[in-house]
């Protein structure tokens, strides 16, 4: 079934971030699945990419080629990010050990794009041409890296998804308050009511 790739799927607040989210439900063996499984799908986020990750990429047009050797590279890089991100978000620290794989993912991603980069207002290079997903992809992923803002990323804990806290007082709990947050408010209330039943039993 194709995916409807609404705001809620872009909730991870960076490419990287959001692109990890690709894959439902990381660490739930039984019930885990990847969305670029389907090259179509590859396909559809970017172009949608394009318009809630407008900020970040300076309004550049993302696309995708449609290539089993780019999607590869898509997934490659994806799972490095995530292995890392996830792990800092966990220990309030980098593991170096992490570094290679999405240092090597991220290369896989640029080789060869000749793109120019961080020009004021230009951040992912001219907006006048469309940008390929795995390049953007791997800027975003070096980005992340490379700055502080790692040090903001959370686990939502309802869905697993990774996402960059920008709340001033750094207390963002759900990827997304109006879907996770909700969710985990109605089993819980579901809980508290089931609970009470069986004592009134
Ligand atoms: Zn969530």
């Known amino acids: 079934m194709a995916v409807l790739w609404n705001r809620h799927r872009f909730s991870g607040g960076l490419l990287v971030l959001d692109t990890t989210n690709t894959v439902v439900l990381r660490g739930d063996a039984e019930r885990s699945f990847d969305r670029f499984a389907e090259r179509a799908e590859i396909a559809s986020f970017a172009e949608t990419a394009t318009i809630f990750r407008a900020t970040e990429l300076g309004g550049r047009k993302l696309f995708f080629d449609g ?47 000749g ?13 006048a041409t469309p940008l390929r997903f795995e390049v953007a992809l791997g800027v ?44 985990q408010k109605a089993r819980r209330h579901y809980e508290r009511s089931k609970a009470k039943e069986d004592e009134d039993g």
Do not use: Y
């Open 67 to 113: 290539s089993e050797e780019s999607a590869g590279k898509v997934r490659q890089l994806r799972e490095a990010a995530d292995g890392l991100f996830r792990q800092a978000v966990r220990s309030g620290q980098l593991d170096t050990a992490l570094f290679p794989a999405v240092l090597q993912g991220a290369a896989i991603c640029l080789d060869g794009a």
């Open 115 to 127: 793109e120019m980069i961080g020009k004021e207002g230009r951040p992912f290079g001219d907006p």
């Open 140 to 183: 975003s992923a070096i980005s992340l890296l490379a700055g502080h803002e790692w040090r903001k990323v959370r686990i939502c804990p309802h869905c697993n998804w990774l996402f960059v806290d920008r709340s001033r007082n750094g207390s963002r709990v759900w990827c997304d308050m109006s879907i996770c947050g909700n969710r």
